[in-house]
């Protein structure tokens, strides 16, 4: 069984593509750090694993070994439709457009088969 796990997770949307996709595929951990599409992904898929919040606050220790990373890190930094303040975008006190490091970080220290990241 592959084990895979949900970063930036939103309420599921590239979780449910591997789903459809891999039906044996087990998720192991998700992270999202927003309280509403929180409560949507747990409508969505339950509360197993638990959604945990903010990755910037999780140790890579923590996470479950897994062979597959999702991540949908957040574009508005870099977007036509935002600002265009790349690295030095500020969102209530978080730089969004660093996020993808938390990826980098994550996945340097596991040594997943595959990312697959998103630029959502």
Request: net charge negative.
């Given at each position: ?41 747990e409508a ?77």
């Open positions: 069984m592959t084990k895979t796990i949900d970063l930036f997770a939103g309420i599921g949307g590239i979780r449910l593509g591997f789903e459809q996709a891999f039906p044996d595929d087990e998720t192991v951990f998700v992270s999202e750090w927003d309280e509403y599409a929180k409560k949507t992904y969505n898929f339950g509360a197993q694993p638990p959604v945990e919040g903010d990755i910037t606050k999780i140790d890579e220790h923590d996470i479950p070994e897994f062979d597959i990373c999702l991540a949908g890190f957040p574009c508005q930094a870099f977007s036509i439709a935002g600002r265009h303040q790349g690295f030095n975008d500020d969102y209530y006190g978080q730089t969004r457009g660093t996020l993808f490091r938390e990826v980098v970080r994550i996945c340097k220290y596991h040594q997943p088969k595959v990312i697959f990241c998103q630029n959502v």
